[in-house]
């Protein structure tokens, strides 16, 4: 089934160049179906290339998903065109009022700054709230799943000597869960981040579990239900390209680790976590799918 977003958003001419189906509003209001309705919270800079990635693994699942792009309500994108944010994209105090029957929240390039000197920590401290009511289920990724450990659990990020960056091999540690299901026992995913949370720092009575980490890196993955979340603190949602765009913003002061062949930056990158980001994220959605109440107003009660 197709993801249903804005006629002239960018991505549309990208996912549809790639073979994914994007369905207009007319289309959509043809199938008598109700869709999901999941809302993306888009801190990152470059938000033309993360709505980009998020339709895409969102675009491939079975379900109907309609993509809202919201954003923090007092804060200023410098990188990204504001005539674009002016036209794709929400405050999220307009939809405060509103459920949803997801929400994906992204990370953000503040994570060596304390949480509370970040500009728009208090109006995310009310979002993550927000969620608890207004969300069926939530899934965080990179700084915005330190961000909501650190909300809901008191779990603080810890800086690292240098940036993790690459693709690392991650370990399966509960295969029969919902959101890891078809995955193997080891797989890929790419990691770029100057902070981790750290597994000892988690705490023992909250329900939290540990479903992926790395030898090498450390956490990947929490699942948190008693506040119906997915914590990710990595980028299964990475492109092809998205770490060698990184290590050429940052002009080679690192080269990512077990990304370019023979770790030669001059070397096109294989993509070895693409399968895995689909499953994930399209076990994410069925799971949605498949507890979310069919009247929305019921979210939250």
């Not at 200023?76 to 009022?97: C, D, L, M, Q």
Request: charged share 20%; glycine share 6%.
């Amino acid at each position: 089934m197709p993801i249903r977003i804005a006629d002239n958003l960018p991505a549309r001419r990208t996912l549809e160049s790639e073979g994914v189906i994007v369905m207009s509003e007319s289309e959509a209001a043809r199938q008598d179906i109700r869709p999901l309705r999941i809302a993306l919270l888009n801190l990152m800079p470059d938000k033309i290339t993360t709505e980009t990635q998020i339709a895409r693994v969102l675009g491939a699942t079975p379900l109907q998903v309609e993509l809202e792009l919201l954003r923090i309500s007092d804060h200023v994108s410098k990188n990204t065109a504001a005539g674009h944010i002016a036209e794709f994209y929400r405050p999220w105090g307009e939809a405060a009022g509103e459920k949803f029957d997801g929400l994906i929240v992204t990370g953000a390039p503040v994570e060596t700054i304390p949480y509370a000197q970040v500009t728009y920590w208090d109006e995310l401290a009310r979002i993550f709230d927000w969620s608890q009511t207004h969300v069926h289920r939530t899934l965080t990724l990179c700084w915005g799943a330190m961000a909501a450990l650190y909300h809901f659990h008191g779990v603080d990020k810890h800086p690292l000597d240098a940036k993790a960056s690459g693709v690392f091999a991650h370990w399966n540690c509960a295969p029969a869960t919902p959101w890891l299901r078809g995955l193997p026992d080891r797989f890929d995913v790419p990691v770029s981040r100057w902070s981790e949370v750290r597994a000892e720092d988690l705490p023992r009575d909250r329900g939290l579990t540990v479903l992926a980490t790395s030898d090498e890196v450390g956490l990947c993955l929490v699942d948190d239900p008693a506040h119906r979340s997915l914590h990710m603190l990595n980028h299964l949602e990475y492109d092809t390209l998205t770490l060698a765009g990184e290590y050429a913003r940052d002009q080679g002061a690192y080269v990512p680790a077990h990304y370019f062949p023979g770790d030669d930056p001059a070397a096109r990158p294989v993509n070895t976590w693409r399968g895995h980001g689909h499953i994930l994220f399209g076990n994410w959605i069925n799971e949605v799918y498949q507890t979310t109440p069919f009247d929305r107003s019921m979210i939250g009660r």
